[in-house]
């Protein structure tokens, strides 16, 4: 993975007069290929390869959720629009269809709309506990696999993550998109969740009967009482992108890209 920097097709010797007039470097962190990204175990686990990354603007690799609530529970993968509309959570088909254009390898995108889109969504970033994830995703001279595996049988039983299938590590909920502030109308601090659950990630059914509107980073299906009964599944849709500081010191991103959606154990 590279990071470049486009000053158009003036030659070098009128980069002087082109600072002089305040135009400005265009950073361009490289994406993770859709090609290196892979699906085993139905919709409970995905493998990403990435790439060398040097420290070159780039600073490291961040992964944004959300969770949704639906009645339906699927075990196939769910990694494009058609499959991402049988989970039947009409936030869920909406947000995808937003975020599709920014993901797309086909579109250049400007590398400051990425969180904001993220956190307009009310995307959340993903953290790990026992370690820090922004440093586990820091650059590195070598590629590395990432796996997330959310199957019953993972280990401790838990969702967690793995680099180089090494230690796992388990998987945190945040509150917001690091470096932005909560849209407008979310509540301004994070509620934890019942049966101690804290910030983890568990199981389907400790997630789908909680208040949405403290719980912001869970999708619950409008006019539904989730609070009670049976046969509710949670599911989390993943997108990895580069991130870096420009020479300003603010934050950009590379192109986000889709791991799919991941349903949790029950």
Not at 223 to 248: C, E, P
Request: proline share 7%; net charge negative.
């Amino acid at each position: 993975m590279q990071a470049s920097v486009i000053r158009g097709i003036f030659p070098v010797c009128a980069l002087v007069f082109l600072f002089s007039c305040g135009i400005e470097d265009y950073i361009y962190l490289d994406p993770i290929p859709a090609s290196n990204v892979s699906h085993t175990s139905g919709n409970t686990l995905v493998q990403v390869t990435i790439p060398p990354t040097p420290a070159v603007y780039f600073t490291h690799y961040v992964i944004f959720y959300r969770i949704y609530v639906s009645e339906v529970p699927l075990t196939s993968e769910i990694t494009d629009l058609g499959t991402v509309s049988t989970v039947n959570n009409s936030t869920l088909t909406s947000n995808y269809n937003t975020l599709r254009p920014y993901a797309d390898e086909t579109n250049t995108i400007s590398a400051s709309q990425v969180g904001t889109v993220f956190n307009n969504l009310l995307y959340s970033e993903l953290a790990v506990s026992g370690g820090n994830l922004q440093t586990l995703l820091g650059p590195s001279g070598t590629s590395r696999s990432l796996a997330i595996d959310f199957s019953d049988s993972a280990a401790y039983d838990i969702p967690y993550l793995t680099i180089n299938g090494g230690l796992p590590y388990q998987l945190r909920r945040t509150w917001t998109v690091r470096g932005f502030s909560p849209p407008s109308g979310a509540p301004s601090a994070f509620t934890p969740l019942p049966s101690g659950t804290g910030y983890d990630f568990t199981r389907s059914q400790d997630l789908c009967y909680v208040n949405s509107i403290n719980n912001w980073d869970i999708s619950v299906k409008s006019g539904t009482d989730w609070g009670s009964g049976t046969g509710q599944y949670a599911y989390v849709s993943l997108y990895i992108a580069a991130r870096g500081i420009d020479g300003n010191f603010n934050s950009i991103y590379s192109r986000p890209t889709f791991l799919g959606v991941l349903r949790l154990p029950d």
